[in-house]
Antibody
Framework: QLVESGGGLVQPGGSLRLSCTASGFTFSQYWMHWVRQAPGKGLLGVADINSDGRGTNYAESVKGRFTVSRDNAKDTLFLQMNSLRAEDTAVYYC???????????WGQGTMVTVSS | QSALTQPDSVSGSPGQSITISCTGNNSDIGTYNFVSWYQQRPNNAPKLIIFEVSHRPSGISDRFSGSKSGNTASLTISGLQGDDEADYYCCSYTNINTRVFGGGTKLTVL
């Protein structure tokens, strides 16, 4: 199970830190992803991180503004979001990757709204 | 990386079969068999229904099947049922170690 938290309303230019707590599996063994979905829109991969936290990838639209990290001792994934823009408004999902592009466990999502 | 191309919508009557296409290029679908499909019902998180082009996770009905030809992957749903009504997304691994999603297809069961 994955449970996200940390979403909310933030002004443009502001920051938020999302968390995703894992349970029921060995968190440290899996690549993890953040995927977002703007209202009424499709899915977009935002960032991902390998099992030991040393390898990360970011969508072009968030590079330099978002940072993905993890604490394997606390079974928790993070997404630090800075310099937020209106177009970052979306539901953010935390996802487990079984490997080979298999996203088998999704969190319930946390809503981030960027608005003045 | 551009999004994979899916039709905006498809529809079918109960009992019929429908197919949703997902077109990429040689940087993703054309090179890798790491294509997955997700079903998203309203106000719910997406759910994995097909992985590695044609494999079903445990618990997914065999009415769902996947295939690939060249740069295009396809999801077929046979024996349409009312609760198949949902949005469907494809996803592929890419040659720059990222994942790309399709724009999503809304399935309406008439």
């Amino acid at each position: 199970q994955l449970v996200e938290s940390g979403g909310g309303l933030v002004q443009p230019g502001g920051s938020l830190r999302l968390s995703c707590t894992a349970s029921g599996f060995t968190f440290s063994q899996y690549w993890m992803h953040w995927v977002r979905q703007a209202p009424g829109k499709g899915l977009l991969g935002v960032a991902d991180i390998n099992s030991d936290g040393r390898g990360t990838n970011y969508a072009e639209s968030v590079k330099g503004r978002f940072t993905v990290s993890r604490d394997n001792a606390k079974d928790t994934l993070f997404l630090q979001m800075n310099s937020l823009r209106a177009e970052d408004t979306a539901v953010y999902y935390c996802i487990r990757d079984l490997g080979a592009n298999v996203f088998d466990i999704w969190g319930q999502g946390t809503m981030v709204t960027v608005s003045s | 990386q551009s999004a994979l191309t899916q039709p905006d919508s498809v529809s079918g009557s109960p009992g019929q079969s429908i197919t949703i296409s997902c077109t990429g290029n040689n940087s993703d679908i054309g090179t890798y068999n790491f294509v997955s499909w997700y079903q998203q019902r309203p106000n719910n998180a997406p759910k994995l229904i097909i992985f590695e082009v044609s494999h079903r996770p445990s618990g997914i009905s065999d009415r769902f099947s996947g295939s690939k030809s060249g740069n295009t992957a396809s999801l077929t749903i046979s024996g349409l049922q009312g609760d198949d009504e949902a949005d469907y997304y494809c996803c592929s691994y890419t040659n720059i170690n990222t994942r790309v999603f399709g724009g999503g297809t809304k399935l309406t069961v008439l």
